[in-house]
């Protein structure tokens, strides 16, 4: 069974740092292309991070550049999201999500969902 679960969010102050975790069970991880999506309520899901399935190359929105860097760990089936200096805009649910490769667009095929880690950066 195909299944992604997403642990290590919760409160943060400002500047502070967070890791998220991805771990995957019922395939090999290293085969796949694993994003990092996040939503806040009353914005649009919003692609923060994809790390690819064919030469591990790392692709970030933006808006991350510079404070998250996305790797995984292939002995433990698990992609990491580490955040660094935090902002309150970085409030929101973050989801992993599994594909074949990094999609450019917002449409790509993802067969695979985590249920989603809750991160609030606030003072």
């Known amino acids: 069974q195909v299944q992604l679960v997403e642990s290590g969010g919760g409160l943060v102050q400002p500047g502070g740092s967070l890791r998220l975790s991805c771990a995957a069970s019922?395939?090999?991880?290293?085969?796949?292309?694993i994003s990092w999506f996040r939503q806040s309520p009353g914005k649009e899901r919003e692609r923060v991070s994809c790390?690819?399935?064919?030469?591990?190359?790392?692709e970030y929105a933006d808006f991350v550049k510079g404070r998250f860097t996305i790797f995984r760990d292939n002995a433990k089936n698990t992609v990491y999201l580490q955040m660094n200096s935090l902002k309150p805009e970085d409030t929101a649910v973050y989801y992993c999500?599994?594909?074949?490769?990094?999609?450019?667009?917002?449409?790509?095929?993802?067969?695979?969902w985590g249920q989603g880690t809750q991160v609030i950066v606030s003072s």
């Open positions: 019922g395939f090999t991880l290293d085969y796949y292309a």
């Open positions: 999500a599994k594909s074949l490769i990094c999609w450019s667009g917002a449409g790509g095929d993802y067969d695979s």
């Open positions: 790390i690819d399935s064919s030469d591990g190359s790392a």
